[in-house]
Every structure is written in structure tokens, then in C-alpha cells.
């Protein structure tokens, strides 16, 4: 009755996109994972890195176009903005400043200090070592205790995980 | 041994869900808390209790177990120490000892 789940569970995360929306998913799902006592591991690749990387972690932004879901939503959740529309200058910048308003609203914290509460849970995060030899990023560009690994490591570490490509 | 004896006797009348959640929130008392604590294997400390108080509180003003973000946001209890208080799922075994429903926020 007071056990934990029959085995240990565990999810590994790829993190793959350096968008606000983009952002959120996986370490909301890490962090749930970590509530629940399932043990959880976020690989991040390519954009993702930016979640981690410690001059861009505060400056996540949303992108205005090339999402035909892209709506006023709540304020005005009928009007879709047309591509055209998100290409105008400020688009971007009003945009994440609509979704930070929001997500400050359910009491979610931002992405920097989203990450911080995400490791102090327990959850273990990586750098894609390619995609850092890509970018020019060091260990030391990375938030703290964010460590580099290769993609094989990750896949390896993941047996009998539960892999999740956000 | 004695301690055992004592923590078995607390629960018998308690009903919990599959889950082991206890049914009736308000049946709840510091003692089936402490006897709670002891089958999941947490011996309790006055860190334990900030973080229980602070639940049941919250249960009474809002209606529901409070998430993780709250707790550690109001209750003086950091992030890393509550997942070190109650190891295995915080949210979940901290509502379970404080006799509360499972938290339903994703935070």
C-alpha cells in the first residue's frame, strides 16, 4: 500500500528546441517526474543547449513565426496570427513577453530558475558534447552542475528508460 | 519494538486509498502521521513537521495538497532539502504523511 511503484522508474529527456514553448516541456515533465519519485535525466541537444547555457538561459524567446498555431490565446484566442504578422519587427520580443506573463501567472517559475529547482529535485542534466563542439561552448558556459556527455553515454545511461524527443 | 506495536495500533482504523492516501483528510492526527511516517520508513524531525503544519494548513485555506513550488516557496524549506526530508516522490509521500490527497498541481 505505501510503496513507491513495483520497479524504479526512470525518464530520459531530450530537450532539442531552444524556444520559450519549447523550453517549458521538458523540464515540467522532469520535474513532475522528480514529485513523483521517478528518477529523471535531460539530455540537451543542438537549440536546446541554450536552456543551460548560462548567458542565454534568461533570454529564452518565443518564436512568432513558423507556428500555424500561433494565436492571441487567452486574450483573444480566435485571432491566429498570420505569418506575415509574426515577421514584423517586435513580434518576437511582445510575444515572449505575453507567455512570461502568463506562465509567471500559474506560478511557474522562469526558465533560469526553472532549471535550478529542476537540478535541486534531482533531476540530472547534460550537454550534447557535439553540439557544444558545434557551437563553441566550454563546460564552463554551462549552468553548474549540467555536465557533458556524448550521445552514446546518454543512450546507454537510458536503458530501460523511458526517452522522450521534446 | 514497542514503537512498531504503537504505529500498527494508530493505523487500524484509517482508511486509505489503493494509493495509500488517506480517504478522510480531517480523521487525520499527529500521531497516524508519525505512525504513516514509519511504515514508508521516515523517522520525523522538526523539519519534517515545518513541511506538514505548512500542508495541512494549506489544505485548509485552499482545499488541496500543496505542490512542491509552494511548499518551497512559503514554508522555509528549500527544493534540495524537502526532496532530502522525503525521499522517493516529495510531493506525494509528504501529502501522504500529512494524511492529504495527492497533489494534483504540475509544480
Not at chain 1, 513580434?91 to 535550478?116: G, H, Q, Y
Not at chain 2, 511516517?37 to 515545518?50: E, M
Not at chain 2, 494548513?57 to 505542490?67: D, L, Y
Request: negative net charge; charged residues 20%; aromatic residues 10%.
Amino acid at each position: 500500500m505505501f510503496e513507491n511503484g513495483n520497479k524504479p522508474r526512470k525518464l530520459s529527456i531530450i530537450a532539442s528546441k531552444g524556444s520559450l514553448d519549447m523550453a517549458y516541456p521538458p523540464l515540467i515533465l522532469a520535474n513532475a517526474a522528480r514529485m513523483s519519485g521517478i528518477d529523471a535525466d535531460i539530455f540537451f541537444t543542438f537549440w536546446g543547449l541554450d536552456i543551460i547555457t548560462k548567458k542565454k538561459m534568461n533570454k529564452i524567446n518565443m518564436a512568432s513565426i513558423g507556428n500555424p498555431a500561433f494565436s492571441m490565446a487567452p486574450y483573444a484566442p480566435w485571432f491566429k496570427i498570420p505569418t506575415w504578422m509574426g515577421a514584423l519587427p517586435g513580434m518576437s520580443a511582445l510575444s515572449t513577453w505575453m507567455m512570461n506573463r502568463e506562465i509567471a501567472k500559474l506560478d511557474f517559475p522562469p526558465v533560469a530558475e526553472f532549471i535550478e529547482m529542476v537540478s535541486d529535485a534531482g533531476a540530472c542534466l547534460y550537454g550534447c558534447k557535439m553540439s557544444m563542439d558545434m557551437m563553441g561552448l566550454t563546460k564552463e558556459d554551462l549552468f553548474e552542475p549540467a555536465e557533458i556527455l556524448g550521445a552514446m553515454e546518454f543512450l546507454e545511461m537510458s536503458e530501460g528508460a523511458q526517452v522522450l524527443f521534446v | 519494538m514497542t514503537d512498531q506495536i504503537f504505529a500498527t495500533n494508530s493505523l487500524d482504523n484509517v482508511v486509505f486509498n489503493e494509493e495509500g492516501f488517506m480517504d478522510d483528510a480531517s480523521a487525520w492526527t499527529p500521531e497516524i502521521g508519525e505512525a504513516i511516517a514509519q511504515t514508508l520508513g521516515i523517522q520525523l524531525t522538526d523539519r519534517h513537521w515545518v513541511v506538514i503544519n505548512f500542508a495541512r494548513n494549506e489544505f485548509e485555506t485552499n482545499g488541496e495538497a500543496p505542490t512542491i513550488r509552494r511548499i518551497t516557496k512559503n514554508s522555509g524549506v528549500e527544493t534540495k532539502e524537502l526532496y532530502a526530508l522525503f525521499p522517493g516522490g516529495a510531493a506525494k509521500i509528504a501529502a501522504k504523511i500529512s494524511g492529504l490527497p495527492k497533489p494534483t498541481g504540475c509544480i
